[in-house]
């Protein structure tokens, strides 16, 4: 059966823009369609993995899910997110100089971190519906949701995988560093999940400490194909300027060698740059399909499947990959200077000298940390503008049949 996956990328709070693309795929693109368009497999990993537990828990009214997800990322205040006091800036201070933390407290779930992040966990235990999760998996509503986190201490990625009735497949992946684990997924998987390392706090599960699943898989594709996705959206949270544009070159002042700024960048590099990579190698794929059946005929994907047992079987991928079209980074730093004025206290100052450290046009690392309805707001019109320029694309991507389509049919 035809299964059509949504994959959702890390990237901290430029996550509001996954909701402009939900945005539209529910309450615009049907109408083109005329009915809703299947999301079977939703695969997350950081904010991404809070979306997708979002969307997982609402699939019961899809009418709606579009408004409640929007309606969650407006709703949030940066000076409720964040409490910034003295003994958080004397404790991080500590930290970075190499501090012992202090011994974990029974039953604590959370240790480290330079940020109190304990606002942001209570949106996340308290916006999305966990318990509905179950029972839209067991209704058939979706067939799987996946998370994905990094274990500290190995530093392997797990994908926490929830479904109903079907049960894992026997041989995950190949590669030892990446472990499945069946579960019912709550609210300490997205939170440890979107754990950006150093940043927010580790959180432990089942006696085991986890971090930011976007340090080896920020773009969860192998998830959603894995459980019997054939058609993938994958959203990533970077801009990518055209290939010809020219360089604006930047005024000596301009101070881009700040250890913030090079943070940031760090931290597009750990967590953005990995769609691309992998959806060559998926059209890749693709292409020796399709030169397959030119070559040998429509047979071609049954024997070559029939000669690699003990690896996942070769089909042919639909996708589609959306991307901001405007640097995120640019937008932050223009709604930091807007921001400003509304906030208090060291939120404000904290605020104000993250934008300053970085760079005068762009700020990358507050791009990820500014957890604010107004930036949501902008982010979530620029998702839901990007999608629609793509309607096109989607009708194609939605009514797909191929010759390769019928080669996977007789598979």
Not at 13 to 33: D, H, K, M
Request: net charge positive; hydrophobic share 40%.
């Amino acid at each position: 059966m035809s299964r059509v996956g949504l994959v959702l990328s890390g990237g901290g709070s430029r996550g509001a823009y996954e909701a402009g693309v939900v945005r539209y795929l529910r309450e615009e693109f049907p109408r083109r369609l005329g009915r809703h368009v299947p999301l079977d497999v939703i695969t997350g990993t950081s904010v991404g993995a809070i979306n997708a537990c979002f969307l997982a828990g609402t699939m019961e009214n899809l009418d709606v899910q579009a408004k409640r997800i929007c309606d969650a990322w407006r709703s949030l205040d940066l000076s409720e997110v964040f409490h910034v006091k003295w003994r958080d800036v004397w404790r991080a201070g500590r930290l970075l100089m190499g501090a012992t933390p202090p011994d974990a407290e029974p039953g604590e779930i959370r240790r480290s971190g330079l940020f109190n992040t304990s606002g942001l966990e209570r949106f996340v235990v308290r916006s999305i519906p966990w318990r509905q999760i179950t029972k839209n998996l067991e209704a058939g509503r979706l067939h799987a949701l996946t998370v994905s986190a990094t274990q500290v201490l190995t530093g392997a990625t797990v994908v926490f995988v929830d479904q109903a009735g079907d049960q894992l497949p026997p041989a995950w992946s190949r590669d030892p560093r990446v472990h499945a684990f069946r579960t019912r997924i709550g609210p300490f998987h997205a939170m440890a999940s979107g754990s950006i390392p150093m940043l927010f706090p580790p959180v432990q599960i089942d006696g085991h400490w986890y971090t930011d699943g976007g340090l080896r898989q920020n773009t969860p594709m192998s998830p959603a194909l894995r459980l019997g996705a054939d058609r993938l959206i994958v959203i990533s949270l970077k801009h990518k300027p055209p290939p010809r544009a020219e360089v604006e070159v930047a005024p000596e002042s301009d101070p881009y060698l700040s250890p913030l700024f090079l943070f940031g960048k760090a931290l597009n590099a750990l967590l953005l740059d990995h769609a691309d990579y992998d959806l060559d190698r998926l059209r890749h794929i693709n292409s020796i399909i399709e030169a397959g059946v030119r070559a040998f005929g429509e047979d071609f994907v049954n024997k070559m499947n029939g000669e690699m047992s003990g690896h996942a079987p070769l089909r042919y991928v639909h996708t589609m990959l959306l991307r901001p079209s405007v640097d995120i980074g640019k937008i932050a730093m223009d709604h930091a200077r807007r921001a400003a004025p509304r906030l208090g206290g060291l939120a404000r100052s904290t605020l104000m000298r993250l934008g300053r450290a970085e760079s005068k046009r762009e700020a990358d690392l507050l791009s990820y940390l500014f957890f604010d309805g107004d930036y949501a707001a902008e982010l979530i019109a620029l998702g839901h503008e990007d999608a629609r320029k793509l309607e096109g694309e989607f009708a194609a991507f939605f009514n797909a049949e191929s010759g390769v389509r019928k080669v996977e049919k007789s598979a």
